[in-house]
């Protein structure tokens, strides 16, 4: 749910857990040394039904973890003239990951956008601030199309910022005369460049706008309502296949939808114990076609078949690895790694899921 519009406080309570895994039965490995620091213990495997199970592999939450090890003569620079200041996560909101592996991650506290690329130990922070023209203040979530160029949506400017793999500033979408933007609340959006179309959710009409490569409104999908088709607070957005999904915030649920507009299926209900949702935010599809819903007062990842059985469940709140204080955006890469932007633990933690179905083209 948006910052700032859907956010309260509310109480935390689960139920206890009965007969819950129809598909998988978790349990549970030793611990092992964190590869990120070496000396924080990490979760332990995640063991579950057919030979799947889900690993943790790393945090990261600043420049400094992506740069690696530091070489001799930078590590006598830094004890003489003191460590540089490094660009950190203050609330890292939305998460993208492109065809080179590289984490492209929104902080809307932060003004700004993170690129993280940990093959070649490079780091960039994208920010528009200090712009007289179009200044990006409040990047909410982020998209890619075939040829990794990045897309922004800033839930306080109205407007989707378009920047080339490098993260150089191209266009905006959704300029109006006077520099206002088009949207009243963009959060969620998603590319399909096949068909060179963009999908965008704004939050406050309670709307998706379908558009084309250059921003002229195609089609529009939703009102505001409780029934199929409509929406109270739609958020993040995915496509998977020939459906687009949407987190529909407030009724607590997941619609997806055809490519036409047509509903096609929906599943959730409001609750605070498993297998319900009470804060949805993002949402991500694995090989195996499972469902990933994010659920940021529990701190849980649930885990969906079509049907709407919950399948399996990681996370709590919590600090430690593993745990997740108000998780927000989720990413499921081509090879079933899993991104969880932890908000307000000012991180992301990635887990390999290893199914039985690997190679499946997954992410947005």
Known sequence: MVQGVLGRAVRARWGTIGALLLLIHPAWAANKGNPASGSVPVPPDLLLEGGRKLSFERVFGSEKEVLGKPKFWTKLLNVVAGEPEYHWMIRPYGIAVDSHGRAIVTDPAAEGVHIFDFEKHKYK?????????????????????????????????????VFDPGGKYRRTIGNLKGGEGYFKRPTGIAVDSAAQRIYVSDTVRNKIYVMDMQGSVLQVIGKGGTGKGEFYYPTELHLDGDNLLVVDAMNFRVQWFARNGAVEGTMGQVGDSLGRMFRPKGVAVDS?????????????????????????????????????????????????????????????????????????GAGQ
Do not use: W
């Open 125 to 161: 922070f994208i920010a528009r601030l200090d712009k007289e023209k179009d200044a990006m203040r409040s990047p909410q979530c982020v998209a890619l199309d075939a040829e990794d160029n990045i897309y922004v949506t800033d839930s306080e400017a109205g407007k989707i910022f």
């Open 288 to 360: 195996e076609n499972h469902l990933y819903i994010v659920d940021a007062l529990s701190g849980l990842v649930q885990v969906f078949d079509r049907q709407g059985q919950l399948l399996y469940y990681f996370g709590k709140r919590g600090v430690n690895l593993g745990e997740f204080q108000l998780p927000a955006g989720i990413f499921i890469d081509r090879s079933d790694r899993v991104f969880v932007v932890d908000s307000f633990n000012h991180r992301v933690q990635v887990f390999d899921y290893h199914g039985l179905k690997q190679g499946r």
